[in-house]
């Protein structure tokens, strides 16, 4: 096994997304790079049950003492959780198993790693990594989708590898049968977020360029390459406004509606 390193996957963990230039910056992606080092990142990934730690660490929905009081994106993924699942478009559930999924071995060696914002399932067992995007202030638009994408992928790529150890608890668990694929990265946001980076003014979608269609262009020779499915998801009665709070932490008062985002269909 490769050890870890986040210095080792300069594409996957690449932390500066601008919007200007963004079309230009996606479409220099090295799709074959960006595979070689996903399937790097599956060799190198920790595996929690060879040091005696389970993935499913009995998250109960209740917020830390740490947590912010302003409402973040941890609260909106526990909030869904809560929900436990919603409906999908295209026809089915999908469940939320557990939220800030932890894929660290050893929190020294395998730092910047990070968490699953929404670990999820298919009605047919295909598991899910969510990666969970806010606007976070009126004037920002938020994180880049292909920043989301990247996460998703490395967290992806770590699920993919330890498959069988996940499987055998959510069995425990959930009473659910993984199927045997590679997961789903399904980039999840409120309307707001996607709208943010669809509907620029028009200076700024020249200074960005149509970022759209490059990102489709990689997400399916992803999919081609890789056995993943890229889904992107709006989310509908679930903007940061909706969280409240009870007893047992974060709490939406209805179940929202997802939407697959057409990106094909955007204004540019």
Request: charged content about 25%.
């Amino acid at each position: 096994m490769i050890e870890f390193s986040s210095r080792q996957f300069p594409i996957l963990f690449r932390k500066s997304w601008r919007t200007t230039g963004l079309a230009d910056r996606i479409q220099e992606i090295d799709a074959d790079a960006l595979c070689a080092e996903y399937d790097r990142l599956r060799n190198a990934a920790p595996s929690r049950s060879a040091v005696g730690k389970r993935h499913f660490v009995r998250h109960d929905g209740r917020l830390q003492a740490r947590d912010p009081i302003r409402t973040s994106e941890e609260h909106l993924a526990i909030a869904l959780w809560r929900n436990e699942r919603l409906l999908r478009p295209a026809g089915g559930r999908q469940h939320f198993l557990d939220y800030q999924f932890p894929l660290q071995g050893s929190a020294r060696a395998d730092a910047g790693l990070g968490q699953v914002d929404l670990l999820g399932s298919t009605d047919q067992g295909r598991l899910m990594v969510v990666e969970l995007k806010v606007r976070r202030a009126h004037s920002s638009k938020g994180d880049a989708p292909v920043l989301a994408l990247m996460e998703g992928l490395r967290y992806a790529a770590v699920v993919h590898a330890n498959r069988c150890d996940i499987a055998a608890e959510a069995r425990t668990c959930f009473n659910i049968v993984v199927a045997d694929v590679p997961p789903i990265v399904q980039l999840l946001g409120p309307a707001c977020w996607w709208d943010g980076w669809r509907d620029m003014s028009a200076s700024t979608r020249r200074a960005a360029g149509q970022w759209e269609s490059r990102f489709l262009e990689l997400s399916a020779r992803l999919e081609s390459r890789l056995g993943i499915v890229v889904e992107c998801a709006s989310l509908e009665g679930a903007e940061l406004h909706d969280v409240t709070r009870d007893a047992h932490g974060p709490i939406l008062g209805h179940a929202p509606q997802m939407h697959m985002v057409h990106l094909a269909e955007s204004n540019v």
